[in-house]
């Protein structure tokens, strides 16, 4: 069944479909991500973390979204 | 460490000369132990995607506090200057940090740096405001062009990274501490205390230390065998050593001898 409310998006390299209008905030609510601990790169650019309410969603849009992890 | 000997990187001032990595603990709780007890404030960290499906994960965040321990993100696993850029960028947005650790690796096997593509991101990010310390080769010649690209440290390997074969050319390293006074830390190939002390005693302002505490049989009496190695090497090198003599010298007077 085709959802024509939805769009699909790819977050860290795995496909998912998400209502119009979501914001880029909603996202990061939605994946229960402490934004303090995190950076967000869209279609290639980082987003400053202060507009990420203002960011909505396309169709097809490119999200990686990062944290430290142990390392040498 | 005394008042007067102080370890500045970048403008920012640390107590212990000993760096330690956080990867290939058994979990993130040994790792925060070991670095407790090796004293180090500043531990490197890698830049990877958050774990979307699983998150319950623990976070290194939640075991290491970056306001007591200074992060120092690196670039493990980039093999272009294009990834090794998008990640400290990435590190930066997370918090703020400047303070980063570049590493371009050339070759899968053996990890050494790709000196070109490393030479060509220290310039970019020294212009973008970072203060970048780099994972290089003991050439003198390379260093010197880093520390001119603008670079915060050099930092040589010993031998290739985790490969625990300690320091290989004394020579180099020491050739590197005579034309530099930028922080000269060894980033790679430790494998035991004797070897951070000699590292020390070569005039090194630091070392990097991951694989060899991390996969040591007790990774914390290792922590503890390095921090105490790095401070008796600081010291030995700045007490100075003695000329080193092909005969004997007797330690009593012959005055008085029955």
């Given at each position: 069944m085709r959802k024509k409310n939805k769009i699909k998006i790819t977050v860290n390299g795995k496909q998912i479909a998400v209502n119009l209008k979501f914001s880029l905030k909603n996202l990061i609510d939605k994946l229960k991500l402490p934004i303090k601990k995190v950076a967000i790169e869209l279609n290639r650019e980082i987003v400053n973390k202060k507009r990420i309410s203002k960011i909505i969603l396309k169709s097809g849009d490119k999200i990686e979204i990062v944290n430290f992890i142990g390392g040498g | 460490m005394s008042k007067k000997d102080q370890f500045i990187v970048g403008k920012k001032k640390f107590s212990s000369r000993l760096i330690v990595g956080t990867g290939k603990y058994k979990n993130m709780s040994d790792c925060a132990k070991a670095i407790k007890i090796s004293g180090a404030d500043i531990v490197t960290v890698a830049v990877r995607r958050v774990n979307i499906i699983d998150k319950s994960k623990p976070l290194l965040m939640d075991y290491i506090d970056p306001k007591k321990i200074t992060y120092l993100p690196n670039t493990a696993g980039c093999f272009t200057s294009e990834e090794a850029l998008r990640t400290l960028r990435l590190a930066r947005e997370i918090g703020g940090w400047k303070l980063v650790k570049l590493e371009v690796l050339?070759?899968?096997?053996?990890?050494?740096?790709d000196t070109i593509e490393t030479l060509k991101s220290t310039e970019i990010l020294t212009k973008e405001g970072f203060n970048v310390m780099v994972y290089c080769n003991d050439d003198p010649l390379m260093a010197k062009r880093l520390e001119n690209a603008g670079a915060s440290a050099i930092m040589p390997l010993?031998?290739?990274?985790?490969?625990?074969?300690?320091?290989?050319?004394k020579i180099n390293l020491r050739i590197i501490r005579s034309q530099t006074k930028l922080p000269l830390i060894i980033d790679a190939g430790i494998g035991q205390a004797s070897d951070a002390v000699v590292a020390m005693e070569l005039g090194c302002d630091g070392v990097l230390i991951n694989t060899a505490i991390a996969k040591a049989k007790i990774p914390f009496e290792m922590a503890e065998a390095m921090k105490f190695a790095v401070i008796a090497g600081r010291k030995s090198f700045l007490s100075g050593r003695i000329q080193p003599n092909l005969f004997g010298s007797a330690s009593t007077s012959n005055k008085g001898l029955i």
């Open positions: - | 050339g070759d899968k096997k053996n990890l050494f740096p010993a031998a290739p990274i985790g490969s625990g074969l300690g320091i290989q050319n």
